[in-house]
């Protein structure tokens, strides 16, 4: 059996599956996703993946900005021969009141996968409850799947492993900081977000997450110091102070202050300790120039790595 037939078989029993939040995912399938990533990148050229999807399409549907999630998840979908169906929300009868639970089982009726991003998580979910089709969450308010992904396989690229990392946020408990602890409960890292208490991640997934990590060997730790949070970090992450759809307030602005990564900060890590974003960021805001583009910095490869860690979920979980 070939390289390819063996890796199609390890991964069949994920076929039909939607990526939500990927608490509904295993460890062990989270690390096929991973696995299949590393190889996919490691092997661009292999002639069987480029016809894997033959004959299928992929709809990818976004309420909100996107220039990474959407270009990757298009060119992910056309280098496995399948062909995207790019749809503005507005552009489609969403944007005059058609609802959910309509759109999403007559696209299900056209296309073999719905990819979507949108303001609120309550509407992916819906989406998820009436489509026949496995739905991918490009992101919401809530959490980010692929971008946690493929972070965590810039770490494991980067660090040689995944578990036991000590992996510290420093910003906005937003929808990237839920996304860590989701991924990093499961595959037995060391989460810290530090917050301002006004803005932390979402309670009810940290409640989760501290559990899940106990059955891993990770941990979640939510603090507000960013200086106590840093000590130690082999990666430390930030992101925008105002995410999309959120009400930019001055108040939250001058809260987050503090929680800038700057060289500072960087200094009380390890020495080898990455810097992360998932971007677009702010110079000057959350992460100064300085560290952005510095020698610790891999924002590219994790810009890059959504790619591979989407290519492998499609691949997966739309494969016959
Ligand atoms: N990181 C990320 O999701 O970027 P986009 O908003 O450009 O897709
Ligand atoms: N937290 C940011 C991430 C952008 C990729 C936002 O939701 O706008």
């Given amino acids: 059996m070939g390289l390819v037939e063996r890796l199609m078989e390890s991964t069949a029993g994920l076929t039909g599956r939607s990526v939500l939040t990927l608490q509904e995912w295993t460890p062990n399938e989270i690390k096929s996703i991973l696995m299949t990533a590393a190889w996919l990148k490691a092997n661009p050229k292999v002639a069987q993946i480029r016809y894997a999807l033959a004959g299928k399409s992929v709809a990818l549907l976004f309420e909100l900005p996107s220039t990474r999630t959407r270009v990757s998840f298009q060119v992910a979908v056309e280098q496995l021969g399948a062909s995207p169906v790019i749809m503005g929300w507005t552009e489609s009868q969403l944007g005059r009141g058609e609802p959910i639970k309509d759109t999403a089982r007559v696209l299900s009726r056209y296309v073999d996968g719905i990819v979507i991003r949108c303001r609120h998580h309550e509407t992916l979910a819906e989406f998820n409850r009436w489509a026949s089709v496995p739905v991918f969450n490009a992101l919401t308010d809530r959490i980010h799947p692929f971008q946690a992904l493929a972070d965590v396989l810039t770490l494991w690229e980067r660090k040689g492993r995944i578990a036991g990392l000590k992996l510290v946020y420093v910003g906005d408990g937003n929808n990237m900081a839920n996304s860590y602890v989701v991924l990093g409960a499961k595959l037995g890292m060391h989460v810290v977000i530090a917050s301002p208490k006004e803005y932390p991640p979402d309670p009810g997934l940290v409640e989760w997450g501290v559990k899940e990590a106990l059955l891993t060997g990770g941990s979640v730790t939510v603090l507000e110091d960013p200086t106590e949070a840093v000590a130690g970090a082999d990666a430390i992450s930030t992101d925008?102070?105002?995410?999309?759809?959120?009400?930019?307030?001055?108040?939250?602005?001058?809260?987050?202050?503090?929680?800038?990564?700057?060289?500072?900060?960087?200094?009380?890590?390890?020495?080898?300790?990455?810097?992360?974003?998932?971007?677009?960021?702010?110079?000057?805001?959350?992460?100064?120039?300085?560290?952005?583009?510095?020698?610790?910095?891999?924002?590219?490869?994790?810009?890059?790595?959504?790619?591979?860690?989407?290519?492998?979920?499609?691949?997966?979980?739309?494969?016959?």
């Avoid at 960087?266 to 998932?278: E, G, N, Q, S, V």
């Avoid at 924002?299 to 979980?317: G, H, I, M, P």
């Fill in 240 to 320: 925008v102070f105002v995410s999309m759809g959120q009400e930019d307030i001055e108040a939250k602005r001058a809260l987050l202050a503090r929680y800038q990564v700057n060289g500072a900060l960087m200094a009380r890590a390890k020495p080898d300790c990455l810097f992360m974003h998932c971007l677009p960021a702010h110079r000057g805001e959350e992460v100064t120039e300085e560290v952005i583009e510095g020698p610790q910095s891999v924002v590219f490869d994790q810009a890059e790595n959504r790619l591979w860690v989407q290519k492998s979920a499609l691949l997966q979980t739309l494969s016959d």
